[in-house]
């Protein structure tokens, strides 16, 4: 089955192609394309995303970025080619997934009405994915390249990391908008047991970085300080603290920490001679309170599995400390921030399931909740 995946939520513009394989009693998801259009170097002058900046370019970029999605797959994006029954060798695309929220709305709206379009004039069957499922199914995704039909005698020797998953599984979801605790009962099953109170953790990074003045986005900026930072001696060490680290719940809250920050840099006359010190201890602080209250859920939840994801899961320090801590599964790196392979992946296994949306009925939500179908 290959999938169209159809990603506008924030800032960046994604399409990408992958194929799913049921193969024995497991499913093989291969990405065949994967493109993303950022808008990075448009919001950057003003520090952050600005709504309808964004939206307008989605709709200057989605049908390039489709189309080129398509090129790369080897899919020749002409309607005959694409309808159900594919070209002469049945290669055309089966299901169109597309995010529905959360998000900016005028984002979600651009990918939704795109994905509308191509469902009624390609008619394909059209799935709505869940912007923190699709993060949490980046992890679903097998193998990276165009891969040939694995017999049984490889998937039993396969290291993929899909064949590892198995439910009960928790997820700690981390990106620009959001930051959950997730246990995932089966495929579209979740419980969120904690959540942040205020601020995502992608978000904390974001503002900190703007206190610090070390650019945009904040979490890659803040992390390539955090890695010059020396500490030599007591003198120079920041401290900030770990809000909620030892709550007895899942939750997080990070707005706290940040103003800790400005309050800290306020008073420190020559904090601009110790921005490494600084963005790596608050890097830290995020990075102990998240893998705690992961470490924490572990022990109270029976799970088989533990999975991180979202934008904040590109962070390599948390990538490495978490690793260290317990077993966890975590993305490639460009299936952690926003894309469009996660969208498909997760659009697979709701094909499997037929949760198809006749395109006269698919919405978007800006709010939509994990829990709720897409
Ligand atoms: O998942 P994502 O691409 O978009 C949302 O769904 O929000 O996440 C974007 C967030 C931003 O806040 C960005 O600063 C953060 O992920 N981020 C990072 C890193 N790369 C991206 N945070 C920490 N370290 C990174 N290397
Ligand atoms: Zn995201």
């Known amino acids: 089955m290959k999938i169209l995946g159809i990603e506008t939520s924030c800032d960046e513009t994604a399409a990408a192609i992958v194929e799913g394989k049921k193969v024995g009693t497991q499913n093989f998801v291969s990405v065949q394309s994967n493109v993303v259009s950022s808008q990075i170097e448009i919001h950057k002058k003003y520090g952050g995303v600005v709504p309808e900046v964004a939206a307008r370019e989605h709709v200057l970029n989605i049908l390039p970025v489709v189309n080129e999605a398509l090129e790369k797959a080897d899919l020749t994006p002409r309607p005959p080619l694409l309808g159900r029954r594919g070209g002469a060798k049945g290669r055309g695309i089966d299901v169109i997934a597309v995010t529905v929220g959360p998000g900016l709305i005028t984002s979600l709206m651009v990918g939704v009405e795109t994905a509308k379009i191509l469902s009624y004039v390609w008619n394909i069957p059209l799935v709505g994915v869940n912007h923190i499922e699709g993060h949490i199914y980046a992890n679903f995704v097998s193998v990276n390249s165009k891969f040939q039909i694995p017999n049984s005698k490889q998937i039993q020797n396969s290291k993929s990391q899909i064949s590892n998953i198995k439910f009960p599984a928790l997820i700690l979801t981390v990106s620009g908008g959001h930051t959950m605790l997730v246990l995932m009962a089966g495929h579209g099953k979740y419980k969120i047991i904690g959540e942040t109170r205020d601020d995502a953790a992608g978000e904390a990074f974001d503002k900190a970085a703007k206190l610090l003045g070390v650019g945009y986005p904040g979490g890659p900026a803040i992390a390539a300080y955090a890695a010059k930072s020396k500490v030599k001696s007591q003198k120079s060490k920041v401290s900030l603290p770990r809000p909620m680290i030892n709550s007895n719940d899942y939750d997080f809250s990070f707005s706290g920490l940040k103003t800790a920050l400005l309050y800290k840099l306020k008073k420190d006359k020559i904090w601009k001679k110790k921005i490494p010190e600084y963005c790596a201890e608050f890097q830290q602080a995020v990075i102990d309170v998240l893998i705690a209250k992961t470490v924490k859920a572990v022990r109270d939840f029976k799970v088989k599995t533990?999975?991180?994801?979202?934008g904040v899961a590109a962070n390599q320090e948390l990538r490495r400390q978490m690793k260290e801590k317990i077993e966890v599964l975590i993305p490639d790196l460009k299936y952690t921030t926003d894309n469009a392979a996660m969208i498909a992946t997760a659009g697979y296994f709701h094909a499997l399931k037929?949760?198809?949306?006749?395109?006269?009925?698919?919405?978007?939500?800006?709010?939509?909740?994990?829990s709720a179908r897409g």
């Open 306 to 310: 533990i999975m991180l994801s979202g």
């Open 354 to 370: 037929k949760d198809f949306i006749p395109w006269q009925k698919i919405k978007v939500d800006p709010n939509l909740e994990l």
